[in-house]
């Protein structure tokens, strides 16, 4: 059975660094084709994706975003871990993490439940 | 950077037909997924690589992808798949994930 669970602060002050982490089971980040995402959502928006990492681990990441953002993989752990810095209100979101089986579409086929970040001071 | 392009809302009545778009330049050349988001839930994947439908989900979705659009389309629609959907592609060049902008459908 695949879950992935996102955990976090849930309040952050603007210019303070966010890190996020999301604990899996069910598959391996080490079968190739396996990636994992980290995706946001802001309240009454659309998605975004951020990062993902794959099972090599090769890391891509959003370019708007690159410059603030690292992905890692703790393999003994099965944690995706993705961090964040310079916090802004605008960076206020809901925050999943998902899993593409297949490399060639990039699909997601299992969510976490998300974790919602607040930015304020 | 490459852009999808939905409409931000469809309306449909229970038992009939709806297509919601997705376009992209030369989308057709790539695989796209749709999701459903209910209020308060993750997203579900509904449709991969174009056309397959996802685990669980019902035979009344499903999708296509030619040209410039990928369509998905409920067909006798209930009022449980009231939701946003969302298109999502993977631009190989700019190795970027890409979604829509989101659908609201409105069973009405």
């Known amino acids: 059975q695949v879950t992935l669970r996102e955990s976090g602060p849930a309040l952050v002050k603007p210019t303070q660094t966010l890190t996020l982490t999301c604990t899996f089971s069910?598959?391996?980040?080490?079968?190739?084709?396996?990636?994992v995402t980290w995706i946001r959502q802001p309240p009454g928006k659309a998605l975004e994706w951020l990062a993902f990492?794959?099972?090599?681990?090769?890391?891509y990441y959003t370019a708007s975003l690159r410059n603030r953002l690292t992905i890692s993989h703790d393999t003994s752990k099965r944690q995706v871990v993705l961090t964040m810095t310079n916090l802004d209100p605008l960076d206020t979101a809901t925050y999943y993490c998902?899993?593409?089986?297949?490399?060639?579409?990039?699909?997601?086929?299992?969510w976490g439940q998300g974790a919602l970040v607040t930015v304020s001071s | 950077s490459y852009d999808l392009t939905q409409p931000p809302s469809r309306s449909v009545s229970p038992g009939q037909t709806v297509d919601i778009t997705c376009s992209g330049l030369?989308?057709?050349?790539?695989?796209v997924c749709w999701y459903q988001q209910k209020p308060g839930q993750s997203p579900l994947l509904v449709i991969y690589q174009n056309s397959k439908r996802a685990s669980g989900i019902p035979e009344r979705f499903s999708g296509s992808n030619f040209g410039n659009t990928a369509t998905l389309t409920i067909s006798g629609t209930q009022a449980l798949d009231e939701a946003d959907y969302y298109c999502?592609?993977?631009?190989?060049?700019?190795?970027?994930?890409?979604f829509g902008g989101g659908t609201k459908l409105t069973v009405l």
């Open positions: 999502q592609a993977w631009d190989a060049t700019t190795e970027h994930v890409v």
């Open positions: 998902a899993r593409s089986p297949f490399s060639g579409s990039r699909c997601f086929d299992f």
């Open positions: 990492i794959d099972w090599d681990d090769d890391k």
């Open positions: 069910g598959f391996s980040l080490n079968t190739a084709g396996v990636s």
């Open positions: 030369q989308l057709g050349d790539r695989y």
